[in-house]
């Protein structure tokens, strides 16, 4: 089954100890990002990744880290996680001949720091 | 700065009827729209994408239409089902840029 797997689902931390929130795909795609839902504010786009080694920022990448290793892998890395990171976080991909047309997405992690 | 808005946070409708999704954008170099429905507990999944060469795209009960003079695109489901109910984020994106940025969302509830 294609699809978009993330891990953890859930995870409540405290301030300052690092995290990292894992993103792994199995439709082979090149693009691969990085999404931050907040209320009021949709969807932002923290990261990323056209492919192996490419990564760049999105719309608001401060206080996030990202590696694309693998293809299929595109880890979430917050070094030092703050409050204001509390929300809920989505991982996509796409074919980078549809560019970010159609995204898969996974089904979230919701991210508390206390 | 929000480039892609959506201006209702819900819509009501009841089964049967047309339900009509609005969204706005800000910047002209846009040439991409996509659609994208959330349900609880789950990521968005893609529901239909138009692009600035055409005015109207159809894909069975969903229809998307762009205006470019006006920067506004609407999604029209007809005829509404309860099984709609979720919320609906309106996306954006430029050619040469490999970012997208999408609109709060529209909750819509359809009632039976």
């Known amino acids: 089954e294609a699809q978009v797997t993330q891990n953890p689902r859930y995870l409540i931390t405290v301030t300052g100890k690092k995290l990292t929130v894992t993103c792994s795909q199995n439709?082979?795609?090149?693009?691969m990002s990085w999404y931050r839902q907040d209320p009021g504010l949709g969807l932002r786009q923290i990261y990323y990744?056209?492919?192996?080694?490419?990564?760049d920022k999105g719309d608001v990448p401060e206080g996030y880290k990202v590696s694309r290793k693998e293809k299929r892998n595109f880890p979430l890395i917050l070094e030092s996680p703050s409050p204001n990171q509390t929300s809920l976080y989505f991982c996509?991909?796409?074919?980078?001949?549809?560019?970010?047309?159609?995204?898969?997405f996974g089904p979230g992690t919701r991210l508390t720091v206390t | 700065d929000q480039q892609v808005k959506q201006n209702s946070p819900s819509l009501s409708v009841q089964e049967g009827r047309i339900s009509i999704l609005n969204c706005d954008y800000t910047?002209?170099?846009?040439?991409?729209f996509l659609w994208y429905k959330k349900y609880p507990a789950e990521g968005p999944t893609f529901l239909i994408s138009?692009?600035?060469?055409?005015d109207k795209n159809e894909d069975g009960r969903f229809t998307v239409f762009l205006n470019k003079s006006a920067k506004h695109l609407s999604l029209h489901i007809v005829p509404s089902q309860p099984g709609d109910s979720a919320v609906y984020f309106c996306?954006?994106?430029?050619?040469?840029?490999?970012?997208?940025?999408f609109g709060a969302g529209t909750r819509l509830t359809v009632k039976p």
């Open positions: 996509a991909s796409s074919r980078a001949r549809d560019r970010l047309y159609e995204q898969y």
């Open positions: 439709m082979n795609h090149e693009y």
């Open positions: 990744s056209m492919n192996v080694e490419v990564t």
């Open positions: 910047n002209s170099m846009f040439d991409y």
């Open positions: 138009i692009s600035s060469i055409k």
């Open positions: 996306a954006a994106s430029q050619f040469f840029n490999n970012d997208m940025r």
